[in-house]
């Protein structure tokens, strides 16, 4: 079975669901249903790990301490990358290595996507020129502000349009369950989504997807 390489860039003062909600349901999926099958990685179709600049220690919000599992020079390919938000990317959508190292991966990535205000970081990327997106509520003037080629949806909890964006903090695990849906289908969304007792969004998502390579 093909695994995806699932990289969540992690930061000082990262937002804690932010980053831990989509690596809860990329690490919590199976293609076999059922309590068992999480014991072992048998048919989970993730391989999920945080990276950040170096595998030095970070805090997150609210005071969180978190080891980075990689740093940017020696973590494996990166098959979809999440970029989180948080207070720490006031700093990082103005950090010209981030974006580059942001801007690299993407070209060789088979999907990205961001949680709240992490649009804000890929929308000065480069990432998002040409696209739709959404971000966290009190940011979405901002984004609109940032990139004149950027289209912000101000009413989905995510949106795909090629690069999938979701709105603040919780909206991650709609978004995550999104991608799981794309991917491997609504069964098996749905059940990860049970296995978690998280209750979807029916209308979380708004969409034209890309088809995401297989």
Request: hydrophobic content about 45%; overall charge negative.
């Amino acid at each position: 079975m093909e695994c995806w390489n699932v990289g969540i860039l992690v930061f000082e003062n990262v937002e804690v669901l932010d980053f831990a909600g989509p690596f809860e349901v990329f690490s919590r999926t199976r293609l076999v249903p059922g309590v068992e099958s999480r014991r072992s990685e048998d048919s989970a179709p993730f391989h999920v790990f945080t990276i950040a600049r170096t595998a030095e220690p970070l805090t997150a919000t609210g005071g969180l301490r978190l080891i980075p599992n990689y740093a940017w020079s020696d973590a494996p390919p990166i098959d979809l990358l999440v970029v989180p938000g948080g207070f720490g990317t006031r700093v990082l959508r103005n950090d010209a290595e981030t974006l580059a190292w942001i801007s690299s991966v993407a070209t060789s990535a088979r999907k990205v996507t961001s949680v709240c205000t992490g649009a804000l970081v890929l929308a000065n990327a480069g990432v998002l020129d040409g696209r739709r997106a959404t971000t966290h509520w009190a940011s979405l003037d901002t984004l609109a502000g940032l990139r004149p080629a950027i289209t912000v949806e101000r009413g989905p909890r995510v949106v795909d349009d090629g690069v999938v964006t979701s709105a603040g903090v919780s909206a991650g695990i709609d978004m995550a369950l999104y991608v799981v849906e794309r991917l491997f289908g609504s069964d098996v969304a749905n059940e990860t989504a049970h296995y978690m007792e998280y209750v979807r969004t029916a209308t979380a998502a708004s969409s034209t997807p890309t088809p995401i390579p297989g």
